[in-house]
C-alpha cells in the first residue's frame, strides 16, 4: 500500500476479514488562512455500563423488600428479590432474579388482593416458563443486602489499563512498533492532553499491573482520573527496552494484555489490526496528529474492533477530526472506556465472563443458605437446612441404639408375668400393690392421686405397644394386665375382673412423646413395677413385708439407673453440638476452597489464553 502515493487510511483492514472499522472520512474546509472549519459537535460523555447492575442499590437496597433462593434442575442457583411499591397510588411488584444466565427483571402492576396472594413460585413461573422449581427458601440473616449488592455489582469495572503505541512513518510490523526507543514531541503534547505524568516508585493510585516498588517496569507513566474511573495507560515508550530482543517481550508482556490500545501516529501510515498478536487487544483506536505543536494542531481518529464487539459510543463526527481541548479529551476517554465494556460482550470474553457468574453464583447462593442455617439455627444431619423440624433424628437414633440393650430382659419378665397372672385368676390375698384389670377397678378402691400413677411411655414407643398387646391378650384370656401404682396401702384389696371400673377413669398415654430415652425409662420403671405386683399376688399376708423390702430395692436401682441414663443422654446432647460446630466450620472451610478454585481456574484460564 506505500508502494502508491498518499494520502493512506488510518486503517487498513486485514484481508481476510475479521475486523469492522468506523471514522474513514477526514477531509475538511480550510478558511483562507489554512485553519481548519470544523463544525461543533456535541455529545454526551456517558459510559455504557450495564444499568442493570445497579438496579438492587437504586430499588431495593436500604429498603423493605424480601430475597430468597433456590435451586433449579435446569438452571442451577436461583437468587430472586422482591420488593412492593406505591407509584400514584397503584401497587407494583419489583422482582429481580438473578441466574447462571443473567439478571432477570420485571415491574408487574397489581392490586392489593393480588399482591397479598402471589408467591415466589408463582411471580417466577410469570417472568420465566423454563424454571421448575417448586420450593424457594427465604434468606434471614442480617447482611444479606450487601452480599447481594457486592454480587449484582462486580460487573461494574471502575480501574481500566490502556495500551498507546507509537508508530512512525512506514513502519508496517509488530517488531517495529514496539522497537521505539523514544516517541516524538508531538507524542508528548498528546499524552500531556491525555493525563498526567506521574513516578512509578510508590505510586498509590491504580497501577495496572505496573511495578511501583523496585522499577521494573520503568520510571515514569501516564495516569488519570475520569468520572468514577482510574486510568493507568501503558506507553509502549515508557515500559523498559530490552537490548538485543527484537520482540521487546518486556512490553509486549503488558500492551499485549491490554484489551483496547490506541495507536499514535506521527505521519500518514495505516495500521493493520493484524500487526500486533494478542488474544486479547480486541479494539484499537487510531489518532494521528495533524500540524503538531502548533496552535491549529487537529487529531484525526478511526476505530476498529474485531467482530463480535458490538459498536459503541459516543459516535464519530464527520469529518472524525477534533481539535485539541477538553472536549477531545473527555471523547476520548469516554470511546476508550466504552470500547473495554463492549469487547467484554465478545466471544472469548462473554464465555469467560459467563463461567466467572456461574461460579460467583454459586458461591453467593451457597453463602445465603449457609449464613442462614447459621442465623436460624436450623442445621440438620447433613449440614442442609431442615424447614420440616426433623434435626433431632440423629440424636433420637443414638438414644434407640443406647436403650436397645435392656429391652429384650424386660420383654421376657413381662412376658412371664402375664402367665403367671392367667393362673391366679382365683387367688385373693392382701398386698401393698393394687392391681387395675383392663381399665375395671373395685368401687371401693380409693381415688389414686395423679403423682403416684406411673403411666405407659408413649404411643410411638414400641416397647408400649407390646405391653399393651399383652395385656389384651391376657384380658381376652382371663388373665390380669396392670396399671401399676406406687406407695398404695398395705390394706387395699386387689380388685376383682367383675367389678365394674368408676366413669371418670381412662387409661392415658404419656403426654410427651419427645424422647424415646425418656419413654424406655418409664417403661423400665413400669416393668420393675409389674414384676413385684405379680410377685406379691402369689404372696401371703405374711410375706408382706419382705415384698416392701424387696419393692424399695429395686426402687433404688430403677432410680440409679435412671440417673446413668440421663446422664448419658446429656453427654450425647453435648455431643450433637460438637459435630454441629464442627460441621459449620468444615462448611466455610469449603467455601473458601470454592472460592479459591474460582480464581485458580480463572487465573489458568487467562494464562492458558497469552
Known amino acids: 500500500m506505500l508502494s502508491n502515493p498518499g494520502p493512506y487510511p488510518l486503517i487498513a483492514l486485514p484481508s481476510g476479514g475479521g475486523y469492522w472499522i468506523d471514522g474513514i472520512h477526514h477531509n475538511y474546509p480550510t478558511d483562507c488562512?489554512?485553519?481548519?472549519?470544523?463544525?461543533?459537535?456535541?455529545?454526551?460523555?456517558?459510559?455504557?455500563?450495564?444499568?442493570?447492575?445497579?438496579?438492587?442499590?437504586?430499588?431495593?437496597?436500604g429498603k423493605e423488600h424480601f430475597n430468597f433462593i433456590a435451586l433449579d434442575e435446569t438452571w442451577g442457583p436461583l437468587v430472586m428479590s422482591l420488593k412492593v411499591d406505591v407509584v400514584s397510588s397503584q401497587e407494583q411488584l419489583r422482582v429481580l432474579i438473578r441466574t447462571?444466565?443473567?439478571?432477570?427483571?420485571?415491574?408487574?402492576?397489581?392490586?392489593?388482593?393480588?399482591?397479598?396472594?402471589?408467591?415466589?413460585?408463582?411471580?417466577?413461573?410469570?417472568?420465566?416458563?423454563?424454571?421448575?422449581?417448586?420450593?424457594?427458601?427465604?434468606?434471614?440473616?442480617?447482611?444479606?443486602?450487601?452480599?447481594?449488592?457486592?454480587?449484582?455489582?462486580?460487573?461494574?469495572?471502575?480501574?481500566?489499563?490502556?495500551?498507546?503505541?507509537?508508530?512512525?512513518?512506514?513502519?508496517?510490523?509488530?517488531?517495529?512498533?514496539?522497537?521505539?526507543r523514544t516517541h516524538s514531541p508531538a507524542?508528548?503534547?498528546?499524552?500531556?492532553?491525555?493525563?498526567?505524568?506521574?513516578?512509578?516508585?510508590?505510586?498509590?493510585?491504580?497501577?495496572?499491573?505496573?511495578?511501583?516498588?523496585y522499577g521494573q517496569t520503568?520510571?515514569?507513566?501516564?495516569?488519570?482520573?475520569?468520572?468514577?474511573?482510574?486510568?493507568?495507560?501503558?506507553?509502549?515508550?515508557?515500559?523498559?527496552?530490552?537490548?538485543?530482543?527484537?520482540?521487546?517481550?518486556?512490553?509486549?508482556?503488558?500492551?499485549?494484555?491490554?484489551?483496547?490500545?490506541?495507536?499514535?501516529?506521527?505521519?500518514?501510515?495505516?495500521?493493520?489490526?493484524?500487526?500486533?498478536?494478542?488474544?486479547?487487544?480486541?479494539?484499537?483506536?487510531?489518532?494521528q496528529a495533524v500540524d503538531p505543536l502548533t496552535p491549529n494542531v487537529t487529531y484525526k481518529v478511526s476505530v476498529t474492533a474485531r467482530d463480535g464487539v458490538p459498536v459503541f459510543g459516543p459516535a464519530l463526527p464527520n469529518p472524525t477530526v477534533f481539535r485539541k481541548n477538553e472536549e477531545f479529551r473527555e471523547f476520548l476517554l469516554t470511546k476508550l472506556i466504552n470500547a473495554e465494556i463492549a469487547c467484554y460482550k465478545a466471544e472469548k470474553f462473554s464465555k469467560l465472563e459467563k463461567r466467572t457468574r456461574i461460579s460467583l453464583l454459586q458461591s453467593l447462593y451457597d453463602?445465603?443458605?449457609?449464613?442462614?442455617?447459621?442465623?436460624?439455627?436450623?442445621?440438620?444431619?447433613?449440614?442442609?437446612?431442615?424447614?420440616?423440624g426433623n434435626s433431632n433424628r440423629f440424636l433420637d437414633s443414638v438414644r434407640k441404639a443406647i436403650t436397645s440393650r435392656v429391652r429384650s430382659h424386660s420383654v421376657e419378665t413381662n412376658l412371664a408375668n402375664s402367665v403367671m397372672n392367667k393362673r391366679s385368676s382365683s387367688s385373693t390375698s392382701n398386698s401393698s400393690l393394687s392391681s387395675i384389670v383392663a381399665g375395671e377397678v373395685s368401687q371401693n378402691v380409693p381415688k389414686v392421686p395423679k403423682e403416684t400413677l406411673l403411666k405407659i411411655s408413649s404411643p410411638?414407643?414400641?416397647?408400649?405397644?407390646?405391653?399393651?398387646?399383652?395385656?389384651?391378650?391376657?384380658?381376652?384370656?382371663?388373665?390380669?394386665?396392670?396399671?401399676?401404682?406406687?406407695?398404695?396401702?398395705?390394706?387395699?384389696?386387689?380388685?376383682?375382673?367383675?367389678?365394674?371400673?368408676?366413669?371418670?377413669?381412662?387409661?392415658?398415654?404419656?403426654?410427651?412423646?419427645?424422647?424415646?430415652?425418656?419413654?424406655?425409662?418409664?417403661?423400665?420403671?413400669?416393668?420393675?413395677?409389674?414384676?413385684?405386683?405379680?410377685?406379691?399376688?402369689?404372696?401371703?399376708?405374711g410375706e408382706i413385708s419382705s415384698t416392701n423390702c424387696s419393692q424399695c430395692?429395686?426402687?433404688?436401682?430403677?432410680?440409679?439407673?435412671?440417673e446413668i441414663l440421663k446422664q448419658e443422654l446429656n453427654k450425647l446432647k453435648s455431643d450433637k453440638l460438637d459435630l454441629l460446630k464442627h460441621n459449620l466450620a468444615c462448611q466455610r472451610e469449603i467455601k473458601k476452597l470454592k472460592e479459591k478454585e474460582v480464581k485458580l481456574t480463572t487465573d489458568l484460564s487467562l494464562a492458558s489464553e497469552r
Open 100 to 180: 447462571k444466565e443473567g439478571l432477570l427483571q420485571d415491574v408487574f402492576h397489581v392490586n392489593h388482593a393480588s399482591t397479598s396472594s402471589l408467591n415466589p413460585i408463582q411471580i417466577l413461573k410469570l417472568m420465566c416458563e423454563d424454571i421448575i422449581t417448586e420450593k424457594f427458601t427465604p434468606v434471614l440473616f442480617p447482611r444479606a443486602s450487601e452480599m447481594l449488592l457486592a454480587y449484582d455489582e462486580h460487573v461494574l469495572v471502575k480501574t481500566f489499563k490502556f495500551g498507546i503505541i507509537y508508530q512512525k512513518f512506514g513502519q508496517t510490523t509488530e517488531e517495529e512498533l514496539f522497537g521505539n
Open 553 to 562: 430395692t429395686e426402687n433404688e436401682a430403677i432410680i440409679k439407673q435412671y
Open 33 to 61: 488562512l489554512g485553519n481548519p472549519i470544523l463544525p461543533n459537535y456535541d455529545f454526551v460523555p456517558k459510559i455504557e455500563r450495564d444499568e442493570s447492575a445497579q438496579l438492587y442499590r437504586k430499588f431495593f437496597y
Open 367 to 388: 453463602e445465603l443458605r449457609i449464613k442462614t442455617q447459621e442465623f436460624c439455627g436450623i442445621v440438620g444431619d447433613s449440614g442442609k437446612t431442615e424447614i420440616n
Open 187 to 213: 507524542m508528548e503534547e498528546f499524552l500531556d492532553l491525555l493525563g498526567n505524568r506521574i513516578k512509578l516508585k510508590d505510586f498509590k493510585g491504580f497501577r495496572g499491573g505496573l511495578d511501583a516498588h
Open 460 to 541: 410411638n414407643s414400641v416397647r408400649s405397644r407390646e405391653f399393651r398387646n399383652r395385656s389384651l391378650d391376657s384380658l381376652n384370656s382371663g388373665g390380669t394386665p396392670l396399671w401399676v401404682r406406687t406407695n398404695s396401702s398395705p390394706g387395699t384389696p386387689i380388685s376383682s375382673p367383675d367389678t365394674p371400673p368408676p366413669p371418670h377413669f381412662k387409661p392415658r398415654p404419656s403426654e410427651s412423646d419427645s424422647s424415646s430415652v425418656n419413654s424406655l425409662e418409664l417403661e423400665h420403671i413400669h416393668n420393675g413395677s409389674t414384676d413385684l405386683t405379680n410377685d406379691s399376688t402369689f404372696s401371703t399376708s
Open 218 to 287: 520503568g520510571d515514569d507513566s501516564v495516569y488519570t482520573q475520569y468520572k468514577d474511573c482510574e486510568v493507568m495507560f501503558h506507553v509502549s515508550t515508557l515500559l523498559p527496552y530490552t537490548e538485543g530482543d527484537s520482540q521487546q517481550l518486556q512490553r509486549k508482556r503488558h500492551i499485549g494484555n491490554d484489551i483496547v490500545a490506541i495507536i499514535f501516529q506521527d505521519s500518514n501510515t495505516p495500521f493493520l489490526p493484524s500487526m500486533i498478536a494478542s488474544h486479547f487487544l480486541h479494539s484499537y483506536i487510531v489518532v
